[in-house]
């Protein structure tokens, strides 16, 4: 009888029945529910967030418990006002700052609003986009500050893996490259991409800082802002230290006295234009993308 039992058991499950998912496989889009609930409504015990989202408190709990070690929810102390009845109060679970970015944010449009107000002040036109240009170079100012310090000391032909690795640890996913003729410094992710596609002076600028940090001119291949794929930078073999002068960069002009030109776009909807320029900083090749 006992085998029987069994044998019937069996045949009463199909064998393609789906064996339940762990908690953490379970659709996010329940997972976006409570922390968009905790959004809406403000830290939220799970007895809270199971009556609004129709859930049971178990299945807020698994739900809580993989946003918490995802670092998007964090536990609190609930505040008691009056009398506190027995027992431990329940825990109420707010956003974290990586939960909040983890939901639309303003910030592109906040910071292109400010650019655009920064031109405005200063007359508009070339004024205008050369006022951007200084506050790009005083944002990238402290970050070139660490990245020198990253690179110096390194033999120069580790130079260029090492800023991107000083990139990486700022987020913007970097790796160095072989080429036929040097290197490509490529950024697989850009946190100004949306700006920069109405203000490339950002892609510029920062193009100046690689040129001035690796002590050689390169050159801006591609940019995630002018719709590639990744932020392409190529580096040519044989440059000068962290921060010194190219060979020839002293009096603008390269090796063999060749007058060294720079390239470098005028803002949006302009082209490009070309001029040589004497100065005692490396000279690099920034613009945009070839169209």
């Known amino acids: 009888m006992k085998n029987v039992s069994e044998e019937r058991k069996a045949a009463a499950v199909p064998a393609t029945a789906p064996s339940p ?7 996010r889009s329940t997972r976006n529910r409570v922390a968009r609930s905790i959004l809406d409504h403000g830290p939220s015990t799970a007895a809270e967030l199971a009556g609004r989202l129709a859930l049971t408190q178990a299945a807020v709990r698994r739900h809580l418990d993989t946003l918490l070690a995802e670092g998007l929810v964090e536990p609190r102390d609930r505040r008691v006002y009056g009398s506190r009845g027995r027992g431990r109060p329940a825990k109420a679970f707010a956003l974290t700052d990586d939960g909040r ?12 609003d400010a650019l655009r107000w920064i ?4 007359g508009g036109g070339e004024k205008g986009e050369a006022a951007v240009t200084a506050f790009a170079r005083a ?5 070139a500050a660490g990245y020198r310090k990253a690179i110096e ?7 260029t893996e090492a800023l991107a690795r000083a990139l990486t640890a700022d987020g913007y996913a970097a790796a160095a490259r072989s080429a ?12 100004v991409a949306h ?3 109405r203000f490339p002076q950002l892609c510029e600028v920062e193009t100046e800082v690689f040129s001035d940090l690796l002590g050689t001119h390169v050159q801006r291949l591609a940019t995630i802002a002018h719709g590639d794929g990744v932020c392409t930078t190529f580096v040519p073999k044989g440059g000068a230290p962290p921060g010194g002068a190219a060979d020839g960069a002293e009096s603008g002009r390269g090796k063999g006295g060749a007058p060294r030109a720079r390239t470098a776009a005028g803002g949006p ?10 100065t005692t900083a490396s000279a690099s090749t920034a613009g945009r993308n070839p169209a």
Not at 21 to 27: F, G, K, N, S, V
Not at 180 to 191: A, D, K, M, R, Y
């Open 21 to 27: 998912l762990p908690a953490h496989d379970e659709p």
């Open 101 to 112: 970015d983890a939901f639309d944010q303003a910030y592109d449009s906040l910071a292109a």
């Open 119 to 122: 031109a405005q002040q200063a």
């Open 139 to 143: 944002r990238l100012a402290a970050q």
């Open 153 to 159: 000391g390194v033999a120069p032909e580790q130079r």
């Open 180 to 191: 036929p003729v040097g290197e490509q410094l490529c950024q697989h992710h850009c946190p």
């Open 195 to 197: 700006v920069a596609e």
């Open 269 to 278: 909807g302009r082209p490009h234009r070309t001029t040589t320029r004497t």
